[in-house]
Nanobody, 128 residues
């Protein structure tokens, strides 16, 4: 089992920045990619981005590309989501997830159903 814990959410104004953290514990694997997803009230969970374990390749949803950056510190088993130029439409609960199968394509890593382990989520609220 893998346990994930997100932190760093909060209430900010449009244009501000936040950095979310996702700390993993338990049977972490050197092969797992880590994804970030978000869910706004009344909407389905949507892909934000992912980072592979090695070599640390990333992919992002078009809605956040150029504003959000995912990085990882393998020694700390922690993945970060740096969010800049936040917009009110970024308001959501943000989740990190891991445990996707090894060697999956970027297309499949965008799907929440590919991930076995999820954190509890952290609320991000952006006021206008």
């Amino acid at each position: 089992q893998v346990q994930l814990a997100e932190s760093g959410g909060g209430l900010v104004q449009a244009g501000d920045s936040l950095r979310l953290s996702c700390a993993a514990s338990g049977r972490t694997s050197s092969s797992y990619a880590t994804g970030w997803f978000r869910q706004a009230p009344g909407k389905t969970r949507e892909f934000v981005g992912f980072i592979t374990r090695s070599p640390g390749s990333t992919d992002y949803a078009d809605s956040v590309k150029g504003r959000f950056t995912i990085s990882r510190d393998n020694a700390k088993n922690t993945v970060y989501l740096q969010m800049n130029s936040l917009k009110p439409e970024d308001t959501a609960v943000y989740y990190c997830a891991t445990g996707a199968g090894v060697g999956l394509s970027s297309y499949l890593l965008r799907s929440p159903s590919m991930y076995a382990y999820w954190g509890q989520g952290t609320q991000v609220t952006v006021s206008s």
